[in-house]
């Protein structure tokens, strides 16, 4: 998908444990921690979580995600 050097827009369902996801609603960066999957009709419904009480996002398997992307290290 989208690719600006720093930061790719991918799939909910690409997003692993690890990663580290931006939440458009709260305009803020989060690392997932753990991922919960509703499975239904059309594309599912994809939840990540942090550590934090108010740390979860949820997407439609249709919508875009913003996830950083790492440098390899050296």
Known sequence: MTNDGTVEV????EIKEGDVI???A????FTV???QVLSGEG???FSFYDHGPDD???FAGDEAVTRR???PRV
């Open 33 to 35: 921690n753990e991922i």
């Open 10 to 13: 991918i799939r909910p369902d």
């Open 43 to 45: 594309s599912g419904v």
């Open 22 to 24: 931006r939440d458009p």
């Open 26 to 29: 709260a305009d803020r960066w």
């Open 69 to 71: 992307k790492w440098s």
């Open 56 to 58: 979860a996002v949820t």
